[in-house]
């Protein structure tokens, strides 16, 4: 426990030597008596400084606050490229003082859950009436400076209006990725002039902003603008539940030359990109969600609706070129959506007109219940590369329009890509109109496997999917499930029996229990999921050897993102398996190791016994929070003896009843006196119970002789 403060005035002299100016990294985690962080006669020399990190410290008003004498000089962090502010309940400023401070190298910037955060720079004038008044709109103004900033992240924090103001707008000319998140009083984004100096944004994702009702606000007096955002690959704007529109003007157009990925989700009055106000010399035809002052170029690849209450028509004809590179269209839960395209593109010589998506692979409507059309009568989509068709409570719609090309003999011929299509209700398939009358014949084959696809599932869009006793091949997996869990399973024999958790893109959670057939969770080593799954938890399979199969990583060696997304992973009661991980996985997001109860368990990151040299290797684990591990009898090692695991987040290791354990692989750093120094975060190391657990304690090897001492005082048997 630290006091309220580091480093006092008194301490300026430090400066001068080595002790500051050569700090390069700095975390303040959970000290919750201090109430600012540097004084600015400290901050000065910290010219050397890359890294600052500042966690849940309750009391901490500010992180640098100006001695009462200073004069207006800039306060600059000459180095500083990644700056984390988290959890700080009454953080108000950054800063408090009359300088303007500099980050002339800064390229990361989070601000995560300050609810009290009001702006980076708050003036001596300010800050004596800021508890009284407001302070005024802006989060950041002129008087900070970030000259190379490419991240900036943004979530729950308070801010009164706006972020920026038009006079700092270069200030982040190298943005490339922007996150807001729960920003509830936030009104809108960009300011218009804004908007033309972020010419290397590349990701925008705006998410539970209760208040904002645009992304872009129009200038009044500018009547031709055209706004480019030439480099964005990808948009997100997703439980926003005032938005109305992206930009607000009549004389606006919007241009995405490069935009990959769009997705607009939960917004539920939502109008269109561009919202029209009413003008006497203006008329237009009634617009569409999307229409022609919105340019798309072709590039986009992936587009989900989900959730939008005031939209009639999807597209504007004269767009369709953008969407030549269109792969995945997913549109849920658009209760007065009536059309997806509106009028004619091109003929054919028969006179029939090709709506052309050649690269599109997924097509999935649910939940439309005024669908009358997805293009008009004499229109077909022609789609060779399409593999999915879902269609779900879409009852107003009457023909399905997928262009079939006629064999020699005059039988129509499906896409030569498809590999499936699921509708629901069954009775609605029954009722479509066909442009041939072979056609539901033709199509009938993709569809027959799981035509019996439960209601319970599709009612709106599905995120989490609990599975009992199922009929593996009949079962299907929506591609908007979450979380999945399976229980009872005793003919699942992996993951990847299930065919359709491939397309499960959204998955991120999977807890499989009770499933006695289960050998493996993965009998393929090219799997999607293994790369994004975030949670995996596993419980009482009898029969479980291994994460992977063997054979198939014999065939195909694992990616190297092989479970890089991975957080949690919870392994208890599977009494066949012997080992976890191979040691050159990338665990690189995980946080928590918990394994209890399986007999047969001997090592959890194994090694090679090739790969092994004569020098210690590192097993790289920079998040990780938690191991705990309980009755393993079998257990020889954490990681094999030439390997040390480095955790520099570790808080909670917990030990019981593992009898064979010899050796807790910690990486302890030497200090500058040759010492050993312990994880920073660590809080205990829990062994149980007591009376083994001293003199197993006693009985452990270490890599130093001094690490046993030095770790001694986390060491906890009564908890």
């Known amino acids: 426990?630290?006091?309220?403060?580091?480093?006092?005035?008194?301490?300026?002299?430090?400066?001068?030597?080595?002790?500051?100016?050569?700090?390069?990294?700095?975390?303040?985690?959970?000290?919750?008596?201090?109430?600012?962080?540097?004084?600015?006669?400290?901050?000065?020399?910290?010219?050397?400084?890359?890294?600052?990190?500042?966690?849940?410290?309750?009391?901490?008003?500010?992180?640098?606050?100006?001695?009462?004498?200073?004069?207006?000089?800039?306060?600059?962090f000459p180095q500083l490229t990644f700056l984390v502010i988290e959890d700080l309940q009454n953080l108000v400023s950054f800063y408090v003082g009359n300088c303007i401070v500099e980050f002339s190298s800064l390229k990361q910037l989070r601000i995560s859950n300050c609810i009290s955060f009001e702006r980076f720079i708050t003036s001596f004038a300010s800050a004596n009436v800021r508890y009284n008044a407001p302070l005024g709109p802006l989060a950041f103004k002129e008087k900070v400076v970030f000259s190379n900033l490419e991240e900036l992240q943004l979530s729950s924090i308070i801010i009164v209006n706006i972020i920026w103001n038009n006079l700092m707008t270069s200030g982040f000319k190298n943005l490339t990725k922007l996150i807001i998140h729960g920003c509830d009083n936030l009104e809108y984004l960009f300011s218009s002039f804004m908007v033309t100096d972020l010419l290397k944004l590349r990701h925008l994702q705006v998410k539970k902003c209760q208040r904002m009702s645009k992304i872009i606000v129009a200038n009044a007096k500018v009547e031709e603008q055209m706004l480019i955002f030439p480099q964005l690959t990808f948009l997100v704007l997703e439980d926003l539940q005032n938005l109305i529109s992206f930009n607000a003007g009549n004389y606006t157009t919007v241009e995405f030359s490069s935009l990959k990925q769009l997705r607009i989700l939960n917004c539920i009055n939502f109008e269109g990109f561009i919202k029209f106000f009413p003008c006497t010399n203006v008329t237009y035809d009634t617009p569409s969600f999307f229409w022609k002052k919105i340019g798309f170029s072709s590039n986009l690849e992936e587009l989900q609706l989900c959730s939008i209450g005031n939209i009639d028509t999807i597209w504007h004809t004269s767009m369709i070129s953008c969407f030549e590179k269109l792969k995945k269209l997913i549109i849920h839960d658009c209760k007065n959506l009536k059309y997806l395209f509106s009028s004619s593109v091109a003929s054919d010589s028969e006179g029939m007109i090709q709506l052309l998506l050649p690269k599109l692979k997924r097509l999935e409507l649910g939940d439309l219940p005024q669908l009358k059309s997805i293009c008009w009568e004499r229109a077909a989509m022609v789609c060779d590369s399409l593999e999915w068709i879902i269609i779900r409570n879409c009852y107003s719609l009457r023909r399905f329009p997928l262009y079939l090309p006629q064999l020699e003999n005059g039988q129509p011929s499906p896409p030569p890509s498809l590999k499936q299509i699921v509708v629901w209700p069954q009775e609605w398939w029954k009722s479509l109109k066909?442009?041939?009358?072979?056609?539901?014949?033709?199509?009938?084959?993709?569809?027959?496997?799981?035509?019996?696809?439960?209601?319970?599932?599709?009612?709106?869009?599905?995120?989490?999917?609990?599975?009992?006793?199922?009929?593996?091949?009949?079962?299907?997996?929506?591609?908007?499930?979450?979380?999945?869990?399976?229980?009872?399973?005793?003919?699942?024999?992996?993951?990847?029996?299930?065919?359709?958790?491939?397309?499960?893109?959204?998955?991120?959670?999977?807890?499989?229990?009770?499933?006695?057939?289960?050998?493996f969770v993965f009998s393929s080593s090219i799997n999607l999921l293994a790369q994004k799954l975030e949670a995996l938890d596993l419980f009482s399979l009898e029969n479980l050897e291994a994460l992977f199969e063997a054979e198939a990583i014999t065939k195909s060696p694992l990616p190297p993102d092989t479970f890089s997304s991975l957080k949690t992973i919870s392994v208890w009661h599977c009494n066949k398996i012997k080992t976890l991980f191979p040691f050159w996985m990338n665990l690189q997001s995980l946080e928590e190791i918990h394994i209890g109860c399986c007999d047969q368990m001997e090592e959890i990151i194994v090694w090679d016994a090739e790969e092994a040299g004569g020098e210690k290797e590192g097993v790289i684990l920079p998040k990780l929070e938690s191991l705990k591990l309980k009755e393993l009898p079998a257990l020889?090692?954490?990681?094999?003896?030439?390997?040390?695991?480095?955790?520099?987040?570790?808080?909670?290791?917990?030990?019981?009843?593992?009898?064979?354990?010899?050796?807790?692989?910690?990486?302890?750093?030497?200090?500058?006196?040759?010492?050993?120094?312990?994880?920073?975060?660590?809080?205990?190391?829990?062994?149980?119970?007591?009376?083994?657990?001293?003199?197993?304690?006693?009985?452990?090897?270490?890599?130093?002789?001094?690490?046993?001492?030095?770790?001694?005082?986390?060491?906890?048997?009564?908890?």
């Open 1 to 76: 426990m630290v006091d309220n403060t580091i480093w006092y005035n008194s301490m300026t002299s430090c400066i001068e030597t080595s002790c500051i100016k050569k700090l390069t990294k700095l975390i303040i985690h959970g000290c919750d008596n201090l109430e600012y962080l540097f004084p600015s006669s400290i901050a000065i020399g910290l010219l050397k400084l890359r890294h600052l990190q500042v966690k849940k410290c309750q009391r901490m008003r500010e992180i640098v606050v100006a001695n009462g004498d200073e004069e207006n000089e800039n306060l600059i």
């Open 434 to 519: 066909w442009d041939h009358p072979n056609a539901e014949r033709v199509l009938l084959q993709f569809c027959e496997r799981y035509h019996s696809f439960p209601s319970k599932l599709v009612e709106g869009r599905i995120k989490r999917l609990e599975l009992t006793d199922i009929d593996v091949e009949n079962t299907w997996v929506p591609p908007s499930v979450q979380e999945l869990f399976l229980n009872g399973c005793n003919y699942l024999r992996s993951l990847n029996d299930i065919s359709s958790t491939k397309y499960a893109e959204e998955l991120k959670c999977c807890r499989i229990r009770d499933c006695n057939g289960v050998k």
């Open 636 to 719: 020889k090692s954490i990681c094999s003896r030439r390997a040390v695991m480095v955790c520099d987040s570790v808080e909670e290791i917990q030990i019981e009843n593992c009898q064979g354990l010899r050796r807790i692989p910690l990486y302890l750093p030497l200090l500058d006196d040759g010492q050993p120094s312990p994880p920073p975060f660590l809080k205990q190391i829990n062994v149980l119970p007591q009376k083994w657990g001293e003199s197993w304690w006693e009985s452990l090897e270490w890599d130093h002789p001094d690490a046993k001492a030095v770790l001694l005082r986390f060491r906890n048997f009564d908890w």
